[in-house]
């Protein structure tokens, strides 16, 4: 009898029990596979909805990004959206609204929780109304009184809630949570160091110069490059630079992108050595902010003063105490243009959080010549601080190598305390019932902002009714109606459709600032009724707003900018806190109403 073959088929009956076997291991492989394949669809998905988060980096501040992504039962895309600016519709709501039918019985993929900063749960409310059934969230809300109220609220209405990172695992969503990291690590660092996030960005030749021996920089690096640099400056709330560079190299620092975000420009120098001449003191684009120390050149502050720019004095100059400041003045990212000596400085005071090097192909040599990085204290290879999420990316000519010199923190970072980042007035706790602060995204009582998100509709003078699309809208506009000039009407038109509140005021400050003659002459004895009026709108439209606001009886409502001495208290609580004023004028008017009623 021949010998079967190894490589002969053998065709038999399989018994009973292997046969069971067998098919629960198919069965256990198909469930396996299924698990594999909803974790990768996840995957993709949230790495999406973090993808379009970025798109609005700089315009949202001092909010996180937010993107959506809507997918139907069988995985495919349907719908997406971010929030483009403060003040405007949640990605949740945009991405329903895109998806439509389809989105019914389908999954969204959110790269965040979402805020409830104005009492609407708007997104929420978009995505039970769209009929989601399952909603994967990347990151829970890193702000305290914020985090799992809205995953509460999916759940309570029945939709199905899965965490990256605590209700799905695995390496691949794993890194879809690490994209969410990364599109808002600036709020994430920022709550955890107290400190707006900053990032130290310098270009250098290859052999580590910033300038030739004589100070000659332009350029090293490629329009490329330069080109990206105007996007990382579009990305942050101001940018940062010391005396020599103004000095040296006289910039402009604007963001040179057609419009939208422009960062503040920070001057920080000790003695004040500056020129009476320079590009930074034209204030027609976005101000300036010059940081010195206490005492420096009087006369020299008084000119700048006149010149309309801010001068701030600190008692000791340091970076630390800089951006502890700005932190104070709800700054959320800073970028640092600075030459070695103060990038030195930042990074020893632990303010650096990210930094980004443009290598140059070219050689420039010299003994002198500068470089990125001043002196540390350092004297052993074993002190360098090593970068951590290193990534190289060509650009031009030029490479870009980026990295962080901090972790993005893991764990929910914990807030200042309203009495740490805002304090009015040292005799008083922020924590007794008797005071209400409002300002930033952090605080539950946003909603009370003119920059909230909440559309009035408002007669103007011939007694028709328009629709604004927030209270800066209107009030901004309000500064040159009337006037009878094109210019001023095509202003208060731009300043309508304007997409965000911060863009209305940015519009208007600038009109007002560039052009003050097409401000209304009796502007500045109507712009409380104006403010006034728009409020009592806002808050009678939205029943939520007008019980949020009684429900505030017998306590001082108080607008905590450290900087807005008119509508705001002030850093010190020198500040006249108009809004906060007007709002305790409509409340006693509501409540007035109801009792007359009751």
């Not at 003040?87 to 389809?102: D, M, S, W």
């Not at 057609?258 to 003695?271: A, E, F, L, W, Y």
């Amino acid at each position: 009898m021949a010998l079967s073959s190894p490589l002969m088929r053998v065709s038999c009956s399989p018994t009973p029990a292997s046969a069971a076997a067998a098919t629960t291991r198919s069965n256990n492989n198909n469930k396996n596979n299924n698990f594999l394949c909803t974790h990768a669809l996840d995957a993709v998905h949230i790495r999406r909805a973090a993808e379009l988060a970025d798109k609005s980096a700089g315009f949202t501040s001092p909010h996180p990004n937010f993107g959506c992504v809507i997918a139907t039962q069988s995985g495919k895309v349907a719908g997406e959206g971010f929030l483009y600016a403060q003040g405007t519709k949640p990605a949740e709501v945009l991405a329903a609204e895109a998806a439509g039918n389809f989105s019914r019985r389908g999954t969204a993929y959110l790269n965040m929780e979402p805020g409830d900063c104005h009492g609407d749960h708007a997104a929420v409310s978009a995505l039970v109304q769209a009929g989601i059934e399952r909603v994967v969230i990347g990151l829970r809300h890193p702000l305290q009184h914020l985090r799992g109220n809205s995953i509460r609220a999916l759940r309570s209405e029945g939709l199905q809630v899965h965490v990256l990172g605590e209700d799905l695992n695995g390496k691949l969503i794993e890194e879809a949570r690490k994209s969410c990291l990364l599109v808002n690590a600036p709020l994430i660092c920022r709550a955890a160091s107290r400190v707006p996030f900053s990032v130290l960005k310098y270009a250098m030749t290859l052999d580590g110069k910033i300038a030739a021996s004589s100070g000659h920089a332009s350029w090293i690096s490629s329009r490329t490059s330069r080109n990206r640099v105007f996007e990382l400056r579009g990305r942050s709330d101001a940018v940062i630079v010391g005396g020599n560079t103004v000095r040296r190299d006289n910039p402009r620092l604007t963001a040179r992108h057609g419009g939208g975000h422009m960062p503040m420009r920070i001057v920080m120098s000790q003695t004040l050595d500056l020129p009476e001449e320079a590009n930074l003191w034209d204030f027609s684009d976005v101000s300036t902010i010059v940081v010195t120390q206490r005492g420096a050149r009087k006369r020299f502050q008084k000119f700048l003063a006149s010149k309309g720019i801010e001068v701030v004095e600190f008692d000791i100059l340091n970076p630390r105490e800089v951006m502890e400041y700005f932190h104070d003045r709800g700054y959320l990212s800073v970028l640092w243009e600075c030459g070695g000596t103060l990038a030195a400085a930042a990074i020893s005071s632990g303010v650096i959080h990210k930094v980004f090097a443009f290598v140059a192909p070219k050689i420039i040599g010299g003994k002198n010549a500068p470089t990125p990085v001043g002196e540390l204290g350092m004297v052993e290879m074993s002190q360098a601080l090593d970068l951590i999420d290193v990534c190289y990316e060509q650009v031009g000519p030029d490479m870009l190598i980026s990295g962080f010199l901090q972790p993005i923190p893991d764990a929910t970072p914990v807030i200042p305390s309203v009495d740490e980042t805002y304090e009015i007035d040292p005799t008083v706790t922020p924590y007794e019932s008797r005071i209400i602060f409002f300002y930033k995204t952090w605080d539950p009582y946003g909603a009370f902002s003119n920059f909230s998100p909440h559309a009035i509709k408002i007669p103007d003078a011939s007694g028709d009714y328009a629709t604004w699309l927030s209270v800066e809208h209107y009030y901004q506009a309000q500064k040159f109606v009337g006037v009878d000039d094109p210019v001023a009407r095509d202003g208060v038109e731009n300043i309508k459709s304007a997409k965000s509140p911060e863009e209305a005021a940015r519009i208007g400050r600038s009109m007002q600032r560039q052009q003050p003659d097409l401000v209304r002459s009796d502007w500045e004895s109507v712009k409380i009724e104006v403010m006034y009026r728009a409020l009592k709108c806002k808050f009678s439209i939205y029943p939520h707003l007008n019980s949020m606001l009684l429900s505030t009886a017998g306590s001082v409502l108080v607008e905590a900018s450290p900087h807005d001495l008119f509508w705001g208290g002030g850093r010190d609580g020198e500040g006249l806190n108009y809004l906060g004023r007007l709002l305790m004028q409509l409340r006693s008017e509501f409540l007035g109403e109801s009792h007359t009623s009751s």
